[in-house]
């Protein structure tokens, strides 16, 4: 059985930094492409970064420059760090692996999400 676990959320002041982690626990091959997205209260989830397994990087418009994502394939993990955090940044953040395979599927998997709380 697969599962995203995801840590790091919590409150911070405005200009304060986060690290998010979020690791994938099973039998698993390999993992295609990992993201994090986050829905914030009354609106849709939208993409936040997102990152292929050779590396390869996007993100959305509002977080360029201020947040970073990595991943270590061995540790089938992905993480974001936010810098120059805003009150805008308050949602709660989803993890996401696409193309995971394992024995027996290869198919989408998000976490339970964590919630990132940026005080103005």
């Known amino acids: 059985q697969v599962q995203l676990v995801e840590s790091g959320g919590g409150l911070v002041q405005t200009g304060g930094s986060l690290r998010l982690s979020c690791a994938a626990s099973g039998t698993i091959f390999s993992i295609m492409d990992m993201g994090w997205y986050r829905q914030a209260p009354g609106k849709q989830r939208e993409l936040v970064a997102g990152?292929?397994?050779?590396?390869?990087?996007n993100y959305a418009d509002s977080v360029k420059g201020r947040f970073t994502i990595s991943r270590d394939n061995a540790k089938r993990t992905v993480y974001l760090q936010m810098n120059s955090l805003k009150p805008e940044d308050t949602a709660i953040y989803y993890c996401?692996?696409?193309?995971?395979?394992?024995?027996?599927?290869?198919?989408?998997?998000w976490g339970q999400g964590t919630q990132v709380t940026v005080s103005s």
């Open positions: 990152i292929t397994s050779g590396g390869s990087t």
């Open positions: 996401n692996a696409e193309g995971v395979r394992t024995i027996a599927t290869m198919r989408n998997y």
